[in-house]
């Protein structure tokens, strides 16, 4: 049975950084994007940053140039690397994991990222 687990969120002030890290355990599964996504109460979820197999990378404008994706896929494993926070980046952060071969969708719970002074 395939898991998506996270963790890293947390609270912290405006200006600071976290790193949140994703792990997607269970198999047979090889894993095609990987992307975090986030939510605020009474909003879709949206996506924050994506990357390939391959490594390539997209951003969402407001996550350009102040955060970081990368992914070890022999660990199965993907973080996000944020830094320059804003109380509005407050949100549950999901991971999204898409199998390689059948486009199956996993998620992740949710880490909670909340910005506040």
């Known amino acids: 049975q395939v898991q998506v687990v996270e963790s890293g969120g947390g609270l912290v002030q405006p200006g600071g950084s976290l790193t949140l890290s994703c792990v997607v355990t269970?198999?047979?599964?090889?894993?095609?994007?990987m992307a975090w996504y986030r939510q605020i109460p009474g909003d879709l979820r949206r996506l924050v940053a994506q990357?390939?197999?391959?490594?390539?990378?997209y951003y969402e404008d407001f996550a350009k140039g102040r955060w970081t994706i990368s992914r070890d896929n022999a660990r199965k494993s993907m973080n996000l690397q944020m830094s320059s926070l804003k109380p509005e980046d407050t949100a549950v952060y999901y991971c999204?994991?898409?199998?390689?071969?059948?486009?199956?969708?996993?998620w992740g719970q949710g880490t909670q990222v909340t910005v506040s002074s």
């Open positions: 990357v390939s197999r391959e490594g390539v990378i």
């Open positions: 269970g198999s047979p599964l090889s894993i095609g994007d």
């Open positions: 999204n994991a898409v199998d390689l071969v059948d486009r199956s969708q996993f």
